[in-house]
C-alpha cells in the first residue's frame, strides 16, 4: 500500500500527510480505476464516464474559483482550460463525454466546494485546493507507474494523455507552490484552523475515492440524459 509523500514534518501539509484518516490515502491515488488505467485495461465507456464528471466537475470549479482564489491565477487558468481539455480527449480518442448523468460523488465534491468557499476562509480555500491538486499528481503518478499491457491499444493512449496533464513539470511545479502557500499561512498546530486542515484533508481523500468511477457505472448511466 503506498504512503503519501514525505515532506518537512513540522509543516502544515507534512502534517496532514502523515495522518492516519478513516479512508486510507492510498483508497484515493490508487484506486481500481487508476490501476485499470495504468494497465490499460480501462473500458472507454468508464473512461468516458469520468471524463464527463471531471469536466463537470471542472466547469464549477471555473466558476467557484472566480469568488474563492483570485490570488491563484494559475489555478483560474488551469480550471478554464481543463474544461476544455476534457472535450479535446473525448474527441481524439472517440470517447463520449457527453450525455451522461453527473454521478452522486461529482456532486458531493462540488458541495464540499461551495460549502468551504461560502465560509469565506482563505485558508481553508487554500487547503481544499492544495489538498485537491496533490492527490490528483499522486494518483496519475501511480497511474505512469504502470507497465499498460498494450501501450498502442483500447484506453492506453487516452491515458498517457491524461498522465502527462498532471504530471507535467508545470502542475509538479504549481503543486509545489501550492505546498508552500498553504505552509505560509502561518496556521499554528492545535488552532481551529490546523483542526479545519485535518477535516478538510480528511474530506478531501473521501470525495476523491469516490469520484472515480468502478466497473459496472458506465452500464446504469450510458444512456442517461442530463
Given amino acids: 500500500m503506498a504512503t503519501p509523500p514525505t515532506a518537512n514534518p513540522t509543516t502544515l501539509t507534512a502534517h496532514l500527510l502523515s ?7 492510498s ?10 488505467a495504468g494497465l490499460g485495461t480501462l473500458p472507454p465507456a468508464l473512461l468516458s464516464l469520468w471524463l464527463a464528471q471531471d469536466r463537470l466537475f471542472a466547469a464549477h470549479g471555473e ?8 490570488v491563484l491565477a494559475y489555478s483560474l487558468t488551469n480550471l478554464v482550460r481543463e474544461v476544455g481539455f476534457f472535450g ?11 450525455g451522461w448523468k453527473e454521478r452522486k460523488a461529482t456532486r458531493d465534491y462540488t458541495a464540499e466546494m461551495v460549502r468551504v468557499g461560502a465560509e469565506g476562509r482563505i485558508e481553508d480555500a487554500m487547503v481544499f485546493l492544495w489538498a485537491m491538486e496533490q492527490i490528483y499528481l499522486d494518483s496519475w503518478l501511480y497511474v505512469a507507474s504502470l507497465k499498460p499491457v498494450n501501450a498502442e491499444g483500447g484506453t ?22 501550492l505546498t508552500q502557500i498553504v505552509n505560509s499561512l502561518g496556521i499554528e498546530p492545535g488552532s481551529p484552523a490546523w483542526i479545519r486542515a485535518e477535516s478538510i484533508w480528511a474530506r ?12 459496472g457505472e458506465e452500464l446504469t448511466l450510458l444512456n442517461e440524459k442530463m
Fill in 156 to 177: 492506453a493512449p487516452a491515458v498517457k494523455t491524461l498522465v502527462n496533464n498532471w504530471t507535467n513539470p508545470e502542475f509538479v511545479k504549481f503543486v509545489d507552490e
Fill in 204 to 215: 478531501v481523500i473521501e470525495l476523491e475515492e469516490a469520484f472515480w468511477p468502478v466497473g
Fill in 88 to 98: 479535446d480527449v473525448a474527441r481524439e480518442y472517440g470517447l463520449k463525454a457527453e
Fill in 19 to 25: 495522518l492516519s484518516t478513516p479512508r486510507p490515502y
Fill in 63 to 70: 466558476q467557484r474559483n472566480q469568488e474563492l482564489v483570485r
Fill in 27 to 36: 483508497a484515493a491515488t490508487e484506486h481500481p480505476f487508476l490501476t485499470a
